[in-house]
């Protein structure tokens, strides 16, 4: 069974940063790419970041471009988003999803649907204070 472990959310002041941490737990199979979602209150969860895991090509959603940046390490098989100068509307529930190489997408828009993956961590809540 797969997991998806997050880590790495808190509650930070406006202007500050965090680093969100997703370990996954089997190496049975290879991915085609892992992301993050965030799901803020009472809206629907929605496409932060996602990065293919073997050619490393990064895609974000409009709303975190330029503040944020993922990354992965395939030895650790985690994959890890950086926010910086975070803002009150980024608080949200920040979740981590996966999907293994049976899938693959190339092209502007890829790994940003929610229905392209197959495995999602917990999630991990992120608060920031104006």
């Known amino acids: 069974q797969v997991q998806l472990v997050e880590s790495g959310g808190g509650l930070v002041q406006a202007g500050g940063s965090l680093r969100l941490s997703c370990a996954a737990s089997?190496?049975?199979?290879?991915?085609?790419?892992m992301g993050w979602f965030r799901q803020r209150p009472g809206k629907e969860r929605e496409f932060v970041a996602a990065?293919?895991?073997?050619?490393?090509?990064?895609y974000y959603a409009d709303s975190v471009k330029g503040r944020s940046s993922i990354s992965r390490d395939n030895a650790k098989n985690t994959v890890y988003l950086q926010m910086n100068s975070l803002k009150p509307e980024d608080t949200a529930v920040y979740y981590c999803?996966?999907?293994?190489?049976?899938?693959?997408?190339?092209?502007?828009?890829?790994?940003?649907?929610?229905?392209?993956?197959?495995?999602w961590g917990q999630g991990t809540q992120v608060t920031v204070s104006s």
């Open positions: 089997q190496r049975t199979f290879s991915w085609s790419a």
């Open positions: 999803a996966a999907v293994s190489d049976r899938y693959y997408c190339s092209g502007d828009g890829c790994y940003g649907r929610l229905n392209e993956y197959e495995y």
């Open positions: 990065i293919s895991w073997s050619a490393g090509v990064t």
